[in-house]
């Protein structure tokens, strides 16, 4: 039972119920209103119900399915990265401008590749750094601090 | 006859001014750019250069971003044929015939009857939308709010039926994206839905973050864990096809444009679906199917010319509706509220010089990009030598200047961030972004026009069946899941999609 629990269609089936759910239960704190006068809650817990019945519906439909669709082999280290660079680009652009912010997101992003080429990568990161502030900044005239405030 | 000349005649005496002839070019360029090199296709190019077009005239603007989606298809098959890797998602199926003819060592002859192709389709295609758009925005005159809520379920529909993969994912993601268009305060009542307590939600969910997130950064992680090694590209020796190819690639041609300016109208359609429909239709008529895959000309010239049209007739509903039947059109609509303009039937009347501007600049880019594609076709390929590792993270550092630089908020850049996992969650459970980004845009205008008409009617949900354009689109809406629903059409569907 458990790996048919983690196949494809019972986690998107449950990921879309769940969705709805909340948007149900968030949702039923607005007033709703009735049918001539819509208010702010009705349509979002229409689509929330509808969420539930369909989630429900794929993930019944992938438990009781022969064919086994299980989820794809997933490496989430490229994933990680990626995401912490934009992160550290997003919490370093205002406080230390865009400069760092770029050299800290490529610094970080390039760790999904393996192996790691530092010599490569800071000549990459400065080089993206300066074409970013050229156009952006220079160029376009963007209000984005370089150096931090 | 003059109806149609006079406002084309306008049209031109925009699009060539030199201002906006150098924005048509820009377009052009990085459209073939970004077309060449896979894993960056137009929605989120388009969404990076959002910001850009702030400092433009809003004509420019939207030529050069048009210029950006269109020359994506050119540049898509140069990778398609040469490496066998589309450049861009439709040109998966040129793969197929373009990369056995360059195998054969006629890549030449592919590469020119692909962007031929596309320059026949791209003309054609221009006539058909300057010429369907005025019919269109003239019918829009009968709609009130039920027609344009009918009209938007009948798309999201049909973007349901069109996407890949099983309907029920696609419906839930359609539902999906729906609720997320809800995130923000409501115009009707004043009342914050979902926000969280977070102010920055107040206005919404941005659809740059979120097409950002799913449509960049997701793609990224996903190509990162291929690992792939890009293969040699193939050599390209002489360019003009044999006459027996031009004579076999010329009616192909035709059919896969007329397929591509039908299909490209549909919501959900556009390039994509085009492209996959005319191929499948060139095997069905075909005295030998055996020979597709083989390296059949038709094979090329078919999907090639219906995702140039294609891709330009989807500009017909947002044109003349205001409503973006994909990504692509989403964002032009997004450029256009930068500058002010609201989107609608009345741009045709209010703007014209934009309107038929940019419809003209279609046929100047399109010619523009024959001259980019063929001569040049050496430059292009010296660009598929760049390796992912150098291109990813540039790819990443733009598109969160571009987050940034929308409305100087460090706070998208950090949806993009979740949109980015969850697009990647997404990839893994084989759901396509597609109609959840549909959904988002559409979302809110569907919860207006819906409470617009059941308060016109006093709460009676029968105005959306006495109406009668309403009655035929919802109809036609449920007559296409239907369709879909009956077990014959699913076979055939499952295989059309299959190739």
């Not at chain 1, 629990?5 to 119920?17: I, S």
């Not at chain 2, 009345?346 to 309107?355: A, D």
Request: charged content about 10%; proline content about 6%; aromatic content about 8%.
């Amino acid at each position: 039972m458990r790996a048919r629990l983690t196949r494809v269609g019972p986690l998107a089936g449950g990921l879309f119920a769940l969705s709805g759910l909340i948007a149900v239960w968030i949702g039923s704190d607005y007033p709703a209103g009735e049918a001539r006068r819509m208010g702010p809650g009705w349509v979002p817990v229409a689509l929330g119900w509808s969420l539930v019945v369909l989630g429900a519906g794929i993930a019944v439909a992938g438990l009781a399915s022969r064919a086994d669709e299980r989820l794809p082999e997933s490496d989430l280290r490229p994933l990680a990265c990626l995401l912490a660079g934009v992160a550290a680009f997003a919490l370093l652009l205002e406080p230390a401008g865009l400069v760092a912010a770029i050299l800290a997101c490529v610094g970080i992003a390039r760790l999904a590749e393996t192996p790691y080429r530092p010599v490569e990568t800071v000549a990459l990161a400065a080089a993206l750094a300066a074409v970013g502030a050229a156009i952006f900044v220079f160029g376009l005239g963007l209000p984005i601090p370089l150096f931090g405030r | 006859m003059s109806d149609l000349l006079d406002p084309l005649l306008l049209g031109f005496g925009v699009a060539l001014t030199p201002a906006n002839l150098f924005w048509c070019l820009a377009g052009a360029l990085l459209g073939t750019l970004i077309g060449v090199l896979p894993g960056i296709g137009p929605v989120a190019t388009i969404a990076m250069l959002l910001p850009v077009t702030f400092t433009l005239e809003p004509v420019g603007a939207l030529i050069m971003l048009a210029g950006i989606y269109y020359g994506a298809q050119y540049g898509g098959s140069t990778t398609a044929i040469l490496v066998n890797m589309p450049g861009e998602s439709s040109s998966v199926v040129t793969c197929l015939d373009g990369h056995a003819m360059a195998r054969k060592g006629r890549a030449g002859a592919a590469l020119a009857t692909a962007a031929l192709a596309s320059f026949f389709a791209g003309t054609v295609a221009t006539f058909a939308v300057a010429l369907t758009s005025p019919a269109l925005v003239r019918f829009a005159q009968l709609f009130g709010a039920a027609e344009y809520f009918a009209l938007m379920v009948f798309g999201l529909v049909a973007a349901m039926v069109l996407a890949h993969g099983s309907v029920a994912k696609a419906a839930a993601m359609t539902l999906l994206g729906l609720a997320l268009g809800l995130v923000g305060t409501d115009v009707n009542s004043g009342q914050r839905r979902f926000t969280f307590g977070i102010p920055e939600l107040a206005d919404g969910i941005g659809f740059v973050p979120l097409a950002m997130g799913l449509f960049a950064i997701a793609e990224i992680a996903v190509q990162l864990e291929r690992h792939f090694v890009r293969p040699a590209a193939a050599r390209v020796a002489g360019l003009w096809p044999t006459r027996a190819e031009a004579r076999e690639a010329a009616p192909a041609a035709l059919r896969g444009t007329l397929v591509g300016a039908v299909l490209g109208v549909l919501p959900g359609g556009g390039a994509l679906l085009s492209s996959f429909a005319a191929y499948a239709l060139e095997k069905k008529l075909a005295r030998d199917p055996g020979r597709f895959g083989q390296g059949a000309v038709a094979g090329v010239a078919a999907p090639e010319a219906a995702n140039n049209a294609g891709a330009q007739t989807s500009f017909v509903p947002m044109l003349a509706l205001g409503i973006p039947p994909n990504a692509v059109m989403a964002l032009m609509i997004g450029a256009m509220a930068i500058h002010g303009i609201v989107p609608g039937p009345q741009v045709m009347t209010r703007e014209p010089g934009l309107f038929w501007g940019l419809i003209a600049s279609m046929w100047v880019g399109n010619l523009m990009l024959v001259v980019i594609n063929l001569p040049l076709i050496g430059l292009w390929v010296s660009l598929l030598r760049v390796p992912y590792r150098l291109l990813y993270p540039a790819i990443l550092v733009f598109c969160c200047i571009g987050v940034y630089g929308l409305n100087n908020s460090a706070f998208e850049v950090g949806l993009a961030l979740v949109f980015g996992a969850l697009g990647y969650a997404f990839a893994k459970l084989g759901c396509e972004p597609a109609p959840l980004l549909l959904g988002f845009i559409l979302g809110p205008m569907m919860e207006e026009n819906l409470r617009r008409a059941m308060r016109l009617s006093r709460g009676d949900p029968s105005i959306f069946v006495e109406r009668p354009i309403s009655l035929v689109l919802l109809l036609l809406a449920v007559g296409l899941l239907a369709t879909v629903l009956a077990p014959s059409v699913r076979r055939a569907r499952a295989k059309a999609f299959a190739e």
